[in-house]
T-cell receptor, first 112, second 110 residues
Framework: SAVISQKPSRDICQRGTSLTIQCQVD?????MFWYRQQPGQSLTLIAT?????????ESGFVIDKFPISRPNLTFSTLTVSNMSPEDSSIYLC?????????FGSGTQLSVL | AQRVTQPEKLLSVFKGAPVELKCNYS??????LFWYVQYSRQRLQLLLR??SRESIKGFTADLNKGETSFHLKKPFAQEEDSAMYYC????????????FGQGTILTVHP
């Protein structure tokens, strides 16, 4: 199974600032994803992080707001830019490995 | 568009009682269905997927294409089954791109 380390685990940020979340996997994986879980809501896919190319964003999510990097097959970052209170959520990194989707422990973000 | 519905936000049963968590989906094609579970203070993890036809921790789920359902069942609930359960569907060839239901919080009372 893939072991995912995600950090920070939580943060409290001021509106207008940006936060970068890191995701490290203990093995090389082709498919890496970022999900969001808003308070009281289900998980929603933000984007697929592609190694060596631009991320693929789902409807309702744009690169300017959620820039993603994927420099290699074991690491990715998600930045939440120009934050507002509506961005307060849990952000989850996930990877597809051995025909399963594994999740990181999540980053709980609160924007004041 | 894919959609997953879990009609029960909360479900409470007593230990030893049967439990069924409902899941209905809409997807035009051949879906791949999953159940994920999140225990208290733990990360989200895969419980089972329909293609494996396996039983994990006593749970089973049968895909009913006619009713577009994938209900999760266990004949005798245990207290350690208390958790949040998510049903999810994947379409096409990208199994990592899942659409999740709203989740059901299962509480098993002693």
């Amino acid at each position: 199974s893939a072991v995912i380390s995600q950090k920070p685990s939580r943060d409290i940020c001021q509106r207008g600032t940006s936060l970068t979340i890191q995701c490290q996997v203990d093995s090389q994986v082709t498919m890496m994803f970022w999900y969001r879980q808003q308070p009281g809501q289900s998980l929603t896919l933000i984007a697929t992080a592609n190694q060596g190319s631009e991320a693929t964003y789902e409807s309702g999510f744009v690169i300017d707001k959620f820039p993603i990097s994927r420099p290699n097959l074991t690491f990715s970052t998600l930045t939440v830019s120009n934050m507002s209170p509506e961005d307060s959520s849990i952000y989850l990194c996930s990877v597809w490995s051995n025909e399963k989707l594994f999740f990181g422990s999540g980053t709980q973000l609160s924007v004041l | 568009a894919q959609r997953v519905t879990q009609p029960e936000k909360l479900l409470s049963v007593f230990k030893g009682a049967p439990v069924e968590l409902k899941c209905n989906y809409s997807y035009s094609g051949s879906p791949e269905l999953f159940w994920y579970v999140q225990y208290s203070r733990q990360r989200l993890q895969l419980l089972l997927r329909h293609i494996s036809r396996e039983s994990i921790k006593g749970f089973t789920a049968d895909l009913n294409k006619g009713e577009t359902s994938f209900h999760l069942k266990k004949p005798f609930a245990q207290e350690e089954d208390s958790a949040m359960y998510y049903c999810a569907v994947a379409g096409g060839t990208s199994y990592g791109k899942l659409t999740f239901g709203q989740g059901t919080i299962l509480t098993v009372h002693p």
